[in-house]
Nanobody, 123 residues
Framework: QVQLVESGGGLVQAGGSLRLSCAASGRTFSTYSMGWFRQAPGKEREFIAAISRSDDSTYYADSMKGRFTISRDVAKNTVYLQMNSLKPEDTAVYYC????????????????WGQGTQVTVSS
């Protein structure tokens, strides 16, 4: 089993930046591809970005390109999401997830999920 704990969320003004962290424990971190998702009130969970378990290849949802960046530090067992130029519509709970599948955008393909961290962007 893998345990995932997100941190770094909070309140930020529009145009600001946040860096989210997801610390992993349990099975070997490098075994899993990792993803970030978000869920706003009344909406379905939305894919943001994913990073592979092998060569750190990345994939982004089209709407996230240019503002959000996913990265991975295997030595620290941590995956990050750098968020820049934040907008009020980015307000949501942000989740990290781990998958034994190849890098994927499908939420149901992920095996483990963190509890989420709240990001609120004020106008």
């Amino acid at each position: 089993q893998v345990q995932l704990v997100e941190s770094g969320g909070g309140l930020v003004q529009a145009g600001g930046s946040l860096r989210l962290s997801c610390a992993a424990s349990g099975r070997t971190f490098s075994t899993y591809s990792m993803g970030w998702f978000r869920q706003a009130p009344g909406k379905e969970r939305e894919f943001i970005a994913a990073i592979s378990r092998s060569d750190d290849s990345t994939y982004y949802a089209d709407s996230m390109k240019g503002r959000f960046t996913i990265s991975r530090d295997v030595a620290k067992n941590t995956v990050y999401l750098q968020m820049n130029s934040l907008k009020p519509e980015d307000t949501a709970v942000y989740y990290c997830a781990a998958s034994l599948m190849v890098m994927t955008t499908v939420a149901t393909a992920y095996d483990y999920w963190g509890q989420g961290t709240q990001v609120t962007v004020s106008s």
